[in-house]
């Protein structure tokens, strides 16, 4: 059980952190099916076309606007293994509620994980398992942006990442100095332009610089943790539809711990979401037990 709640944390650095996966759709080209680590490394001399940054940019403005919206997440993620994920997330006030599939490389490490972040609380349940007195929900304690017990560092805090927008990433990759357009191509029946390119976790640092401080401070706890995984730069693609949103998006890169390659498949925008907390009587609080035991 305590497997699957690691996986599970690991798994919102995608999420809910990092944009982008392994599922890509039935229909898009070859070049964005290849492998990872190899294309984070490779860059051209060619200069950008002005207007490719210039789409990509569109579509951040865009995403800034964004006050909820529902997508998918598949593919690897370090130490966490394969995970598939659906989602939905309200900005204002921030809610996210996150059903995931994760293939470990034991039993024990597999299996159906449900994710809440509601009213400031974030809780895990982990399918077909049950806790302490047979309820289904854990409450996670919250570490704070970026910090532990203590203030210690906690770049993965458990909170963090599941404040994560899956859209922040994407912004960046206007920075990329081998951007290209791939070309035009089909996602999920929507007709959308291909662009790729590189950005190094400085270029995705130096991005924060216009952001306002609750995104940049929720990133940069994001970027310590890459680079704590030896990460320093990403591939990354991105498909824009014509209405200038983001249909999808893709980043991986070689890591001290496995392969990180994420898709992200962003389903709709600005449609009601509901998301509420389990019920009370079926969530364990570890922090409230350990101050009745302390």
Same mark, same amino acid.
């Given at each position: ?54 789409? =990509? &940019?569109? /579509? $951040?403005?865009? #995403?800034? %606007? ?6 998918? *997440? ?8 394969? =995970? &598939?994920? /659906? $989602?939905?997330? #309200?900005? %204002? ?6 059903? *995931? ?194």
């Amino acid at each position: 059980m305590k497997n699957m709640h690691r996986k599970a944390a690991g798994a919102l650095l995608a999420g809910a952190l990092l944009c982008g996966t392994a599922a890509c759709s039935s229909d898009s080209s070859d070049t964005d099916k290849k492998n990872d680590s190899k294309a984070a490394g490779k860059s051209t001399q060619k200069p950008v076309d002005a207007s490719f940054a210039a789409a =990509v &940019e569109r /579509a $951040a403005k865009k #995403n800034e %606007k964004i006050t909820s919206l529902r997508y998918t *997440m598949s593919g690897e993620m370090p130490e966490s293994g394969h =995970v &598939e994920t /659906a $989602a939905s997330m #309200n900005m %204002k006030p921030l809610a996210m509620q996150m059903k *995931m599939k994760v293939k470990g490389s034991s039993a024990d490490e597999s299996g159906e994980m449900e994710i809440r972040l509601v009213d400031d609380a974030l809780y895990l349940n982990a399918k077909g398992k049950k806790l302490d007195g047979g309820k289904g929900w854990i409450k996670m304690p919250n570490m704070g942006a970026g910090k532990g017990p203590g203030g210690a560092d906690n770049p993965f805090g458990t909170r963090t990442q599941a404040e994560q927008n899956p859209m922040d990433d994407s912004a960046s990759l206007s920075a990329s100095k081998d951007l290209e357009k791939v070309g035009e191509e089909t996602v999920d029946g929507v007709k959308t332009t291909h662009y790729k390119g590189t950005v190094t976790v400085a270029q995705m640092r130096e991005s924060l610089a216009k952001k306002d401080p609750a995104t940049r401070e929720r990133q940069e706890a994001k970027l310590k943790g890459f680079e704590k995984l030896g990460v320093d730069k990403f591939a990354m693609d991105m498909w824009i539809d014509g209405q200038d949103h983001t249909k999808q998006f893709r980043m991986r890169s070689a890591t001290q711990k496995g392969p990180l390659d994420l898709t992200i498949k962003f389903l709709d925008y600005n449609k009601p979401v509901e998301i509420k907390a389990p019920p009370a009587g079926d969530v364990v609080d570890p922090m409230a037990e350990a101050k009745k035991d302390s």
